[in-house]
């Protein structure tokens, strides 16, 4: 995974802290550099308004999950680790995908097996063992919000150029000037399928190394 | 760590686990109920091309819903809620023991008569809304969803453009014997009034329709010949 777990134990330092929140929003991010949890990228951003209900998911299931596993790391059996762990966020999944569906339900229905699959999502897993299991609450949790931030802005980028260049809306309301369609501009159906998704992701991981040379070549 | 240690521990956590989500289950399922009759309103206002949003779905229902009823298999209506009806308990049941809701709605003085369908797809459930105009025969809309089908290719049976295909078909030929709607692998013939194109890559889910409809409509067939005579 990273090598975060390698730094020293007891410091807790803000500036250090910072790093783990900030970190995973731009060198460290999980999509772009890590390139973890790429699957729910491809298949929920097709509009704004999932992509962001996901990226509010994640965020909880992840800061939730790495808080509850750091508070138990003492306790946790190491050879059922990895069980204790898929049970911690299956539980909150579940929960999150009940809250959705008893208060945004037409959302929950778009997300239909996706918020599911939220249990699948390499990134969460991958921060318990690399991060959780060997820090302290507080720490963990912001390493949770980071990551899962990280993973949520590109989602939204990804939603917001597919939502626009696809549908010609955002968030249901329609962006694009009738008068452009008057002229003969139309929306890319292309951008609504799967693969543009991902040149969508390509396109924001060349940018981004483009601008932070240091990351060409090291995921 | 001992394996007493280890199995306590396995033990108390889903003991936790079960109580924490139990408990979020019960507290979320009024809420969740009355969506899922909010968008069961909405699916059947669908059929009759009624547009509801989730807030205005109830009002809507009351307003073109004029009338729900019950009937069994010899056409004979029954005592019962349509609304409360879950095909799924039903279809279980020997078929002169079912209840067979119908919803009849109003709009713009016409009358469509709504039956509800419910069969197996490939990975599981599917159902659906059927409209029929007034002379019991002609589909005005059709309603499908599904449970698991493949996304981009069962799943498609819940698009509109699958749905559309239905509107004008028709479930019985002129000589009024029943005859339902094929849902052909590839192309159905153009002048064909009892079929529509299947989806490619989706057979098993098409097949499922074809036969839900075969089955769900065809046991409506008494109450649709009493309807027309009278």
Redesign the interface.
């Given at each position: 995974m990273s090598e975060n777990n390698s730094m020293p134990k007891e410091s807790l330092l803000s500036p250090r802290n910072k790093k783990l929140l900030t970190d995973p929003l731009g060198k460290d991010n999980p999509i772009n550099v890590q390139v973890l949890g790429i699957c729910s990228v491809l298949a929920i951003t097709v509009q704004l308004r999932t992509s962001l209900v996901m990226a509010i998911s994640v965020v909880a299931v992840m800061g939730f999950a790495n808080v509850i596993i750091s508070l138990l790391r003492s306790?946790?059996?190491?050879?059922?680790r990895i069980?204790?762990q898929l049970?911690v966020i299956a539980?909150l999944v579940?929960?999150v995908d009940?809250?959705l569906?008893?208060?945004v339900?037409?959302i929950s229905?778009q997300l239909s097996?996706f918020v599911g699959l939220i249990i699948t999502n390499c990134i969460i897993m991958g921060r318990l063992e690399a991060f959780a299991l060997n820090n302290k609450p507080w720490p963990s949790f912001l390493d949770g919000i980071g990551n899962a931030a990280g993973y949520g802005w590109v989602l939204l980028a990804v939603g917001f150029f597919r939502e626009v260049f696809g549908s010609g809306t955002l968030m249901g309301y329609a962006v694009i000037p009738q008068f452009l369609y008057d002229i003969g501009y139309e929306d890319n159906g292309l951008m609504i399928l799967p693969p543009m998704a991902l040149i969508t992701v390509g396109i924001i991981i060349w940018v981004q190394r483009y601008k932070d040379r240091r990351l060409i070549d090291i995921s | 760590?001992s394996n007493r240690?280890?199995f306590l521990?396995?033990s108390a956590?889903?003991i936790i686990?079960a109580l924490?989500?139990s408990g979020?289950?019960t507290l979320?399922r009024p809420?969740?109920e009355r969506?899922?009759r909010?968008?069961k309103m909405q699916n059947i206002l669908s059929t009759i091309n009624i547009p509801a949003p989730?807030g205005e779905a109830e009002e809507l229902f009351d307003r073109y819903i004029i009338e729900t009823k019950i009937v069994n298999y010899q056409g004979e209506e029954v005592e019962g809620d349509a609304f409360e009806v879950d095909l799924q308990d039903e279809n279980r049941k020997d078929p002169s023991e079912r209840d067979l809701p119908v919803f009849i709605a109003e709009v713009d003085g016409e009358n469509y008569y709504i039956m509800p369908v419910r069969g197996g797809g490939l990975w599981g459930p599917i159902w659906g809304y059927i409209s029929l105009e007034s002379d019991l025969a002609t589909i005005y809309g059709a309603n499908f969803d599904h449970a698991?089908e493949t996304p981009g290719l069962g799943a498609e049976i819940a698009d509109r453009e699958f749905e559309e295909q239905f509107r004008g078909k028709r479930i019985f030929d002129e000589d009024s014997n029943f005859r339902s709607v094929r849902v052909v692998k590839g192309r159905a013939p153009e002048d064909d009034p009892h079929a529509v194109d299947g989806i490619s890559g989706g057979t098993i889910t098409s097949n499922g329709v074809q036969r839900m409809l075969r089955d769900g409509l065809g046991i409506y067939e008494p109450y649709f010949k009493k309807i027309r005579t009278s």
């Open positions: 306790t946790i059996p190491p050879r059922i069980i204790v049970t539980s579940i929960l009940q809250i569906k008893a208060f339900y037409d229905r097996v | 760590m240690y280890i521990y396995a956590m889903v686990v924490v989500l979020a289950a979320l809420l969740q969506n899922m909010i968008e989730r698991s």
